[in-house]
C-alpha cells in the first residue's frame, strides 16, 4: 500500500523554528515528485512546493518562496517542510502529497493524514 | 496565476439527490482538471482525474465532465458519507497547482 505518514502536531512560539515530516512507503520514492499543501484554519487548500526526490530539484509557489524550504533525506525516504522563524500567521495543517504522472497530466494521491502546526505566544 | 472558481460554495442536498458542482477556471486548460474529497479532519481524496477518469476505488456515482475553462463534478443517489466539501484543482501548470475555493455539502 502506498502512504505518506506525517510527524504529529506541533505548537511552538512566534520567532522559533520547526521541520516536519513526510515518510514515504510502498512505492519508489524518488520517482514522484512530491508535494506540500497548507491548509489554514477553516480556509482551503493552497500548494506551497514540490521537491523531486530523484535530484532534488525543488518549486516553490510564489507566495512561499523565502517563507520555508522543502528538502529530502533518501536514505529514510523522508520529505521535510522546515521554517527558520514561524509567525502566527503559520498557524494551519499541513499536508505533504505524492504527484502521479498520467500522460502529459497528474494528479495529487495518496495525501499524509496532514500535521497541525499552531504558532501563538 | 490560473484562477479557479467553485459554485456554489455550499450546497444543501438529500440523501438519494442528484447534485453538481461546478468549477470554472480563468483560461483554458484543457482536462488539467482534477476533483478532490475532504471530510472533516481528514486529508483530501482525490475522486476523478483529467476531469472524466473516476480514480480506482471510488464510487460509480460521481462523474466528471468538462474541458477548456468548464468543469461539473456530478453525484448521483447521494449517500450519507457522500457530504463533505470538494475541491477542484488545475494540472495545467504543475508548479502553480491552484484550487478552487471548496464547496461544503451539507446534509439537508
Known amino acids: 500500500e502506498v502512504q505518506l505518514v506525517q510527524s504529529g502536531a506541533e505548537v511552538k512560539k512566534p520567532g522559533e523554528s520547526l521541520k516536519i515530516s513526510c515518510k514515504g512507503s510502498?512505492?519508489?520514492?524518488?520517482?514522484?515528485?512530491i508535494a506540500w499543501v497548507r491548509q489554514m484554519p477553516g480556509k482551503g487548500l493552497e500548494w506551497m512546493g514540490s521537491?523531486?526526490?530523484?535530484?532534488?530539484?525543488?518549486r516553490y509557489s510564489p507566495s512561499f518562496q523565502g517563507q520555508v524550504t522543502i528538502t529530502f533525506d533518501m536514505s529514510i525516504t523522508t520529505a521535510y517542510l522546515q521554517w527558520s522563524s514561524l509567525k502566527a500567521s503559520d498557524t494551519a495543517i499541513y499536508y505533504c502529497?505524492?504527484?502521479?504522472?498520467?500522460?502529459?497530466?497528474?494528479?495529487?494521491?495518496?495525501w499524509g493524514q496532514g500535521t497541525l502546526v499552531t504558532v501563538s505566544s | 496565476d490560473i484562477q479557479m472558481t467553485q459554485s456554489p460554495s455550499s450546497l444543501s442536498a438529500s440523501v438519494g439527490d442528484r447534485v453538481s458542482i461546478t468549477c470554472r477556471a480563468s483560461?483554458?486548460?484543457?482536462?488539467?482538471l482534477n476533483w478532490y474529497q475532504q471530510k472533516p479532519g481528514r486529508a483530501p481524496k482525490v475522486l476523478i482525474y483529467?476531469?472524466?477518469n473516476l480514480q480506482s476505488g471510488v464510487p460509480s456515482r460521481f462523474s466528471g465532465s468538462g474541458s477548456g475553462t468548464d468543469f461539473t463534478l456530478t453525484i448521483s443517489n447521494l449517500q450519507p458519507e457522500d457530504f463533505a466539501t470538494y475541491y477542484c484543482?488545475?494540472?495545467?501548470?504543475?508548479?502553480?497547482?491552484?484550487f478552487g475555493q471548496g464547496t461544503k455539502l451539507e446534509i439537508k
Open positions: 483560461e483554458s486548460i484543457s482536462t488539467y
Open positions: 521537491i523531486y526526490p530523484s535530484d532534488s530539484d525543488t
Open positions: 502529497a505524492r504527484r502521479v504522472p498520467f500522460g502529459s497530466d497528474n494528479w495529487l494521491d495518496p
Open positions: 510502498g512505492y519508489i520514492f524518488t520517482n514522484n515528485w
Open positions: 483529467s476531469a472524466s
Open positions: 484543482q488545475q494540472s495545467y501548470s504543475t508548479f502553480k497547482y491552484t
